[in-house]
Nanobody, 115 residues
Framework: QVQLVESGGGLVQPGGSLRLSCAAS????????MAWYRQGPGKQREWVAI???????NYADSVKGRFAISRDNAKNTVYLQMNSLRPEDTAVYYC?????????WGQGTPVTVSS
């Protein structure tokens, strides 16, 4: 059974930074691109960033230049470094494969950007 466990969220002021982590089981991690997604209040879940098994990355326009996705294959972990956070980044952040696999959605980690 594959599990994805997100952590690292919290309350941060505008302009601040957070680093999210996603610990994944090896059966998915080493063969699939991984991505971060988010769902803001009253919004649909959206894709934020993707990283392939050979470390190619891509980002949604809304976070480009502020967020950075990375992976540690030895730890089966994907990270999302979030800088220059804005109130509109407030959301529950999830990791999953790309494209996402329904049964792999975890609880996510909430991020609130507010002064």
């Amino acid at each position: 059974q594959v599990q994805l466990v997100e952590s690292g969220g919290g309350l941060v002021q505008p302009g601040g930074s957070l680093r999210l982590s996603c610990a994944a089981s090896g059966s998915i991690f080493n063969i699939k691109p991984m991505a971060w997604y988010r769902q803001g209040p009253g919004k649909q879940r959206e894709w934020v960033a993707i990283i392939t098994s050979d470390n190619r990355t891509n980002y949604a326009d809304s976070v480009k230049g502020r967020f950075a996705i990375s992976r540690d294959n030895a730890k089966n972990t994907v990270y999302l470094q979030m800088n220059s956070l804005r109130p509109e980044d407030t959301a529950v952040y999830y990791c999953n494969a790309a494209p996402p696999i329904k049964i792999y959605w975890g609880q996510g980690t909430p991020v609130t950007v507010s002064s």
